[in-house]
């Protein structure tokens, strides 16, 4: 789905209903077009917040409808795929849950973020892979399978593990209600992710239908959330945007090359250390950004919106960097 919050398809399912060539079509389109509309809405927000303020109260609304959407995209055989393969899952599983929540401590010091800035960077760290990873692994000619699967079971696990890193690494800059953050993870994330997989399962033919609006649904509904946390915070931006960026930029591309280098030194191979790289460096910050508006401020909530944006377009622009290297590998051969 394209997006961070689980907003792209699944290129192995797009693959099954058509050829690989409108696959590529479909998935380059997604990768191009999310940022720009995210783009687009961070823009909104920032010239016209007075338009949205009390939206706010629907961002959880608005991430469970896009965890619904992934839940619809998930089959059986994205399940099995997981006790296949669960050495290399469990070496992505860690290496998500603990490159990323410790850049992000990392970062926020050593850059001298304020508490509530600090805070937003360390949750976008703990939060489960972002979905648009899968697609993004697919253009980079990675292991897809691999790459549904960590982000399907980080997801899953979310309500146990993104609450406890917070609290533990977040909690010297703010107080964290680890508890409360569970029970929101789980209406938000993990309900939604379930309800999709059954209405899946029970009525798989009309969903299939409709696999194909499904991204565009999820990636409107993220870009509402964007606009929201945007607006939310207008004033904050102007007075923060380029150290919240650096931040931002540091913190994926680390966590990119981080996850990549997981994946070689375990010597899963070039694909599956591709899909490492975006399962770590990719992360959902559309959870990230409704638990830090629920939980902290909107001043929060900031890090996870710009890396809504930028995780998107590096993941496109690394994606076709390493498809080209394919490329000319061949050719030299």
Request: aromatic fraction near 6%; charged fraction near 10%; hydrophobic fraction near 55%.
């Amino acid at each position: 789905m394209p997006g961070d919050s689980g907003a792209s398809p699944s290129p192995g399912a797009s693959a099954g209903r058509g050829t690989a060539s409108g696959t590529d079509k479909a998935a380059h389109r997604a990768v191009t077009v999310f940022p720009l509309l995210i783009l687009a809405a961070g823009a909104l927000g920032m010239i016209r917040p007075s338009a949205f303020t009390g939206w706010g109260t629907a961002t959880p609304w608005m991430l469970g409808t896009v965890m619904f959407c992934m839940g619809l995209t998930l089959t059986l055989p994205d399940f099995k795929a997981v006790a296949k393969r669960p050495w290399a899952v469990g070496l992505g599983l860690v290496a998500h849950y603990v490159i990323m929540p410790g850049l992000g401590w990392v970062i926020a010091t050593l850059l001298g973020l304020p508490p509530q800035l600090a805070a937003g960077v360390i949750l976008v760290g703990c939060a489960p892979s972002g979905t648009a990873s899968n697609v993004v692994a697919y253009l980079a000619r990675g292991d897809v399978a691999l790459s549904v699967s960590v982000a399907t079971v980080s997801t899953v696990l979310a309500p146990l593990l993104t609450p406890p890193l917070t609290l533990l690494l977040a909690g010297q800059f703010l107080d964290v209600d680890a508890g409360s953050m569970v029970t929101d993870i789980l209406k938000q994330v993990l309900l939604p992710v379930v309800a999709g997989v059954l209405v899946r399962l029970l009525a798989g033919r009309w969903v299939n239908r409709v696999l194909g609006v499904l991204p565009w649904i999820s990636a409107l509904v993220v870009a509402l959330i964007v606009v929201t946390v945007v607006a939310g915070s207008a004033e904050l931006i102007k007075n923060a945007a380029a150290l919240v960026l650096l931040a931002v930029v540091l913190h994926n591309g680390l966590g990119l090359a981080l996850g990549y280098g997981a994946g070689a030194l375990s010597r899963l191979g070039k694909p599956a250390s591709r899909a490492m790289a975006f399962e770590v460096g990719m992360q959902n910050s559309g959870l990230a950004a409704s638990l830090a508006t629920a939980h902290f401020s909107a001043e929060a909530a900031l890090p996870a919106a710009i890396f809504s944006v930028w995780h998107n377009v590096s993941g496109a622009v690394v994606a076709a960097w390493m498809a080209r290297r394919d490329r000319r590998t061949v050719a030299a051969d």
